[in-house]
């Protein structure tokens, strides 16, 4: 089964997140901002990440950063997400390691579809 670690402030939106992943048949485990996903990466890699970008503690960016200086390999795959006022940092985040973006709110189709761009649906 793969692993997917959802990592958002919103208990609402990982709950939504984790519905469609388990549909999907991943694993799923969640993290509430960027430190603690980055502790749960350096654990237990996933095999994919979904990140949201505005976070308490440690941004989406900010993660983004701390894994990629970490020389974790294999790296996770990284799907972040954004809203339709945060288009601007798409470019930002692909520059800094993110594999693709999904925008907020997402269905299952658009998730399912963006798993398999990166290799994971
Ligand atoms: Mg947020």
């Not at 979904?50 to 503690?57: E, F, G, K, S």
């Not at 974790?72 to 993110?98: L, Q």
């Amino acid at each position: 089964m793969k692993t997917c670690l959802v990592v958002d402030d919103s208990k609402v939106i990982r709950k939504v997140a984790r519905h469609i992943l388990e549909t999907l048949e991943f694993n799923v485990a969640e993290a509430g901002d960027g430190r603690e996903a980055l502790a749960y990466c350096q654990d237990t890699p996933p095999d994919v990440v979904l990140l949201d970008w505005n976070m308490p503690v440690m941004s989406g960016m900010e993660f983004l950063r701390a894994l990629g200086t970490s020389g974790m390999s294999p790296r996770p795959k990284i799907v972040f997400c954004t809203t339709e006022n945060g288009v601007g940092h798409i470019r930002a985040a692909i520059e800094a390691g993110a594999d693709e973006y999904v925008m907020k709110p997402f269905d299952r189709e658009t998730l399912e579809s963006k798993l398999q761009i990166v290799g994971l649906a």
